[in-house]
């Protein structure tokens, strides 16, 4: 095994021939031997060891194991303690989801604090077989069964390749003592109960059972991968960006093949998970939105809306005098001018006499009304924005630029009649945004 994992390194993973790497070692038999292969074959790297203190003395016996190996080794050694019961209880997780939280965020602290690129783990080809049995029995996509990656941007895996059966076979040949964990020999936990009681019968079926798994699931991670091709280009080709706003055509959306499956991996990166309530929400009345923990998805006639929550800016920001020259929320200059010259929407001219400062800048606020230039009489600020067309989200986006309690502008879009240039105008103001 010894020349196989020499061989596995120099072709998968040869950058952990360059740097030095953190290599998390619990005390049992796949990470001690992973520290004995990767020491064999002159690696160098650095042990951590976690006690989660839920095993009693056996929890320190693994500790003083690991130290006492890194010591023989000459190898710098990192340990930290974990009241994991008290996590577990604090954050309503099960025990493996509390260990695991507490462990790869203290490894990751010490790879920043050591400046250590690479987190090597003890991952072999049973777990990945394990894993995948346990995520087909929950009803994951694809992307479950695909297994255990063999690398991250910060994590490698270099047993994936290799068996339980080889790796206890190179630890009996080699006399490598090593750290039994009682627990794991429970069935009261799924993984335990997976391994103890169903991998052995698959193996039964098949005597190369586990090389033809592992063989599927590069199948199914090449199909995961075409597949994640294919939702790239939709979503780039769908998903029509405008400043910090998606909108995306139902009509197209409606198009799309396997929609169920398609849709909830589009919108799955903005914290979306049930594709049947997206679905729903294409027939449902303008208006209606869903929110995931991080984004917004709003129905509107013809399109969907998609924006981050935190997106909106709110607030009221006041301009003192025509000196001033405003750059949040919005790039706003002002000069004093002898005459109107270009005109466009991003552009604002007004009677000086006919305004007060302090001006300010704020959002739409209910029973709000304005006297559109160009036409005649008052009108409500909401029967404005419904004519334009403009969506809940474009709504919360517009700023108006006031006097007092009058609204001078609708910035971008029209301007009040009130406060017009005319014939009898003095001096005249012009607002400006780009």
Not at 342 to 352: A, R
Request: proline share 3%; charged share 25%; net charge positive.
């Amino acid at each position: 095994m010894l020349e196989q994992f020499k061989l596995h390194i120099s072709d998968h993973f040869p950058e952990l021939k360059n740097k030095h790497f953190l290599l998390a070692c619990s005390g049992g038999i796949d990470s001690i031997v992973l520290v004995h292969l990767c020491n064999a074959i002159g690696l160098k790297f650095s042990l951590a060891h976690c006690n989660f203190n839920l095993r009693g003395t056996d929890s320190d016996g693994d500790e003083a194991f690991v130290k006492a190996l890194a010591s023989e080794f000459k190898m710098p050694f990192y340990v930290t303690s974990f009241d994991t019961t008290k996590y577990m209880n604090t954050h309503k997780v099960s025990l493996q989801i509390a260990a695991r939280e507490l462990r790869y965020a203290w490894f990751s602290e010490l790879q920043s604090r050591h400046e250590i690129p690479t987190l090597v783990t003890a991952h072999h080809a049973d777990d990945s077989l394990e894993t995948f049995l346990i995520n087909l029995s929950r009803g994951t996509g694809i992307d479950g069964l695909t297994g255990i990656p063999e690398k991250t941007a910060t994590i490698a895996r270099p047993l994936l390749a290799f068996s339980r059966e080889q790796i206890l076979n190179y630890a009996n040949t080699a006399s490598i003592s090593w750290r039994e964990d009682k627990s794991n020999k429970e069935t009261k936990y799924l993984r335990n109960k997976i391994r103890h009681k169903i991998v052995p019968q698959l193996k039964e079926l098949h005597p190369s059972f586990l090389n033809n798994f592992l063989q599927s699931q590069q199948y199914l991670s090449e199909t995961a991968s075409v597949f994640h091709d294919y939702i790239r280009d939709v979503r780039k080709s769908l998903f029509k960006s405008d400043t910090n706003v998606y909108t995306i055509s139902i009509a197209e959306l409606q198009k799309l093949h396997a929609l169920k499956s398609t849709i909830y991996h589009l919108f799955k990166p903005f914290g979306f998970t049930d594709a049947s309530a997206i679905i729903d929400l294409l027939t449902a009345m303008s208006g209606k939105e869903l929110h995931s923990s991080s984004h917004r998805l709003l129905k509107d006639r013809d399109n969907l809306y998609l924006q981050e929550l935190n997106a909106v800016v709110d607030g009221v920001y006041f301009i003192a005098d025509e000196t001033c020259t405003l750059e949040t929320p919005l790039a706003l200059k002002i000069e004093e001018v002898s005459k109107i010259t270009n005109t466009d929407f991003n552009t604002l001219y007004v009677d000086k006499e006919h305004i007060k400062f302090p001006l300010t800048v704020r959002k739409y606020k209910t029973g709000d009304y304005f006297y559109p230039f160009g036409m005649k009489g008052v009108k409500k600020l909401s029967k404005y924005f419904k004519d334009e067309k403009l969506n809940q989200f474009e709504k919360e986006q517009q700023w108006l630029l006031c006097s007092e309690d009058a609204i001078l502008w609708v910035i971008g879009k029209r301007a009040d009649n009130r406060f017009k240039v005319s014939d009898k105008t003095k001096q005249i103001l012009k607002f400006s945004v780009s």
